[in-house]
């Protein structure tokens, strides 16, 4: 399982991929040390509107999903997942080995940044915190989904990108029930309700909000567990 997860990492550690994602992160960077300088009112209040709007809407789900979407829907789509699925291991350690090399690459590109950006808007501790904890469930939710959308269907990221833009980004402000299928609504709650803020967004409870983020994840983990049980390999 370690050389399984160190051939996965460095399959999707691409120098291009990388340095394109990484100038993600520093944009965030950038403008959350632009809005410390210009928004001396009211920081925290700024920049956690920051990290809702760039971080949890965009940075967060578009890093997790070139990483978790490719980790086994890109063997899958070239023939070489054969010789993962021929490894006399159980399947869900196969899955589980794939997302912790998904999360290896995604966790760093994301939490790092977008800590960082939190700290340069002059929002505290408990904004940084709160950053944290929303960006790390948020990714480890993500990658559980985009993991099986990759293993299920062929051009997963095109798939994945009108997920995060249309779905999220305009379907689910229709309403509250359509709202809780975007884990951006949870992911913008657990930051509202840990920062103490209100322009984040914290729709629910921060407990639901959790749970919701970590049933998804579990839930994309054991969808991605059954897809490739039974799917056929050539």
Do not use: K
């Not at 054969?82 to 998904?102: D, E, I, K, N, S």
């Not at 940084?128 to 293993?151: K, N, P, Q």
Request: glycine residues 14%.
């Amino acid at each position: 399982m370690a050389l399984l997860w160190r051939t996965l990492v460095g399959a999707g550690a691409g120098r291009g991929r990388l340095i394109g994602l990484a100038a993600l992160g520093v944009v965030a960077v950038l403008l959350g040390a632009n809005l410390g300088a210009d928004a001396p009112g009211g920081p925290l209040e700024h920049g956690a509107a920051l990290v809702s709007a760039y971080g949890l809407s965009l940075l967060v789900p578009v890093v997790t999903l070139v990483f978790a979407s490719s980790v086994l829907g890109d063997p899958s789509e070239d023939g070489t997942l054969v010789y993962l699925w021929l490894q006399p291991v159980p399947r869900w350690q196969l899955v589980l080995t794939a997302l912790g090399a998904a999360l290896t690459l995604a966790l760093p590109l994301t939490v790092v940044p977008l800590a960082l950006a939190a700290t340069a808007s002059g929002g505290g501790l408990r904004l940084v915190t709160a950053t944290v904890v929303s960006c790390t469930i948020g990714v480890i939710a993500y990658a559980g989904v985009f993991a099986w959308l990759g293993l299920r269907v062929r051009r997963a990221l095109l798939w994945g990108v009108l997920y995060v833009l249309v779905w999220e980004g305009f379907v689910a402000r229709a309403g509250d029930t359509v709202a809780l299928l975007a884990l951006r609504t949870s992911t913008r709650s657990v930051l509202g309700h840990l920062s103490g803020t209100t322009t984040a967004g914290a729709e629910g409870s921060l407990v639901v909000s959790v749970a919701i983020l970590l049933l998804a994840g579990a839930g994309g983990f054991a969808l991605t567990v059954r897809r490739l049980t039974r799917q056929e390999v050539a």
